[in-house]
């Protein structure tokens, strides 16, 4: 690092400038600063915003490589009075995000994989998929209201009564996005077939843990705050 040349303490005489050349100095100078700060202030807010967006897309896309599972036992008496034993597993996950502006789109799936026996019969290895896709247009609001939720899959609503490894409760954390209207898009293909397609004012997205749930709705909050007022 350079080090700055101790100037001499003397003073040097000069030539006075003229009023004509003082006034327009000033002006030039009141009339720059203004612009300046407005470039400043735009740019200081545009970064922000990008640098927002990019640790959402990225927290979710590390979402995207874990996902949520858990492996169940059941048995119960269905629709046809047959006693029925199921094991599997229920798997789910993000598949994607895009973000445009504040247009949010997220697929995510869940897929139950099991077999079993219904009376006597064995059923083989069976799968029931439903992917989602899901439009909103990201609202300061909207991300304050964001909730986690730890529930069961449907599939392992209570009467199914499931039992789960590890003695856990069969609950998946859940991120729940809802609107005051109807205002979220929703896509639901369930085995290849349309099976829904409206708009909702709630959705529930799997996640893999309650501690990966908060950070994303911290950066939700952080992202809608700088892009979404």
């Keep these: 690092m350079r080090q700055r040349l101790r100037m001499p303490t003397f003073f040097v005489a000069r030539k006075a400038p003229s009023a004509n050349l003082i006034v327009i100095g000033l002006l030039v100078t009141l009339l720059a600063r203004p612009n300046?700060?407005?470039?400043?202030?735009t740019l200081i807010g545009g970064e922000?915003?990008?640098?927002?967006?990019?640790?959402l897309v990225a927290s979710i896309?590390?979402?995207e490589k874990r996902g949520v599972s858990v492996l169940y036992?059941?048995?119960?008496?269905?629709?046809a009075n047959q006693k029925t034993f199921y094991s599997g597993s229920i798997y789910g996950a993000i598949n994607a995000i895009k973000v445009n502006e504040c247009q949010m789109q997220f697929d995510f799936i869940v897929a139950d994989s099991f077999s079993g026996v219904v009376g006597k019969r064995p059923t083989g290895h069976l799968q029931d998929s439903s992917s989602y896709s899901i439009t909103f247009s990201l609202t300061s609001e909207i991300a304050d209201n964001l909730r986690l939720i730890e529930?069961?899959?449907?599939?392992?609503?209570?009467?199914?009564?499931a039992v789960c490894s590890d003695g856990s409760s069969c609950a998946f954390t859940w991120l729940q996005i809802k609107t005051k209207n109807l205002e979220i898009k929703e896509t639901r293909i369930t085995n290849d077939a349309v099976d829904f397609q409206g708009?909702?004012?709630?959705?529930?997205i799997p996640l893999s843990s309650a501690d990966?749930?908060?950070q994303l709705?911290?950066?939700?909050?952080?992202?809608a705050k700088t892009r979404c007022h």
């Design 36 to 41: 300046s700060l407005s470039q400043s202030n």
């Design 48 to 55: 922000g915003g990008v640098s927002a967006e990019r640790s």
């Design 61 to 63: 896309e590390s979402e």
């Design 73 to 79: 036992t059941q048995g119960f008496v269905d629709a």
């Design 151 to 161: 529930a069961r899959p449907i599939q392992l609503r209570l009467s199914t009564h």
């Design 199 to 204: 708009t909702v004012n709630h959705i529930l």
């Design 212 to 214: 990966s749930g908060n």
């Design 217 to 223: 709705i911290g950066l939700f909050r952080s992202f």
